[in-house]
């Protein structure tokens, strides 16, 4: 009788088990911010050669020259690009008199020759692009408790740094989907990891720079010029990086060859099995 009813027990319990197998499960409601966020747009790439394969190119540097323009008069008013001194800017053309002028129109942090206090002095060619607030704290006060980073290395701190920088800036366009709410002093941008971002569009209309070299600088295009400089902020030796490479495969292919033809010299004079047969 004991066994009898250790056996309904044990029958119950697979039953049970069957019955949680086989029955649905209920469905997952969608997260609305995995379900909205979307991935950068594909841009054609001066730097990511023909196809956007990436394996050469080079950058624009007039479109580099047009993106510091747009980094100085618009994201400057927040953003610092700390890694960068402004003589580096010899690389995307500008003069050492440029250098000179550009740097001394910056305060840096330096101490008083006399006295030992802190103090400030015009910033030199050497000189790295000042921090715009001394600390994070300070940038939050000023910036309502968001914290603009540093855009020097963004590009590569990203996933698909630069499309994601150009798609970043120009995504405000478009509409939050039904239901959902934007809080306060925060805006809509699907591309934004959390689709709630704090930075205000900084790109809002067209002409907001004047191009010197005459390009209509609408939003797409300054978005662009923009993403390709702090492409350039990141990885200033792009270009030397992918030089290297097609000399190596180049280097590689002809050893190749080189070590064909020695294989043939060297088993020229050696007779195959079937030559020894045939004696
Ligand atoms: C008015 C201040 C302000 C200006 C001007 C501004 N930004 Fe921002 N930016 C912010 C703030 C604040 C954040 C942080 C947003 C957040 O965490 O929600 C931010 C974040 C970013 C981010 C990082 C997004 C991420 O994935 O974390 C990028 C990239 C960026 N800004 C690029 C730019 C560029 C390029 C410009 C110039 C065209 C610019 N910003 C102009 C305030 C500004």
Known sequence: MIRLGALGA???????LMLGVVQPRDAVAPDPVEEH???PQKVE????????????????RAQLQRGFQVYK???SACH???RVAFRDLAAIGFSPAEIKALAAQYEVASIDDKTGEAATRKATPADKFPLIYPNEAAARAAQNGALPPDLSLITKAREDGTNYVHSLLT?????PPKGWTVLDGLYYNPYFASLNIKMP???????????ADGTKATRDQMAKDVAVFLTWTAEPKLEARKETGVAAVIFLLILTLLGYLSYRRVWADVKGPKAVAAE
Request: contains cysteine.
């Open 45 to 60: 790439w001066s730097f990511n050669g023909p196809g956007n394969l990436g394996i050469f190119g080079t950058f624009d």
């Open 201 to 211: 569009p900084p790109l809002a209309a067209d002409d907001q720079v004047t191009y």
């Open 171 to 175: 995504g405000y366009d478009e509409a």
């Open 37 to 39: 966020h979307k991935h």
């Open 80 to 82: 610092s690009i700390n």
């Open 73 to 75: 008069e618009v994201c």
């Open 10 to 16: 044990g029958l119950f319990f697979v039953l049970a």
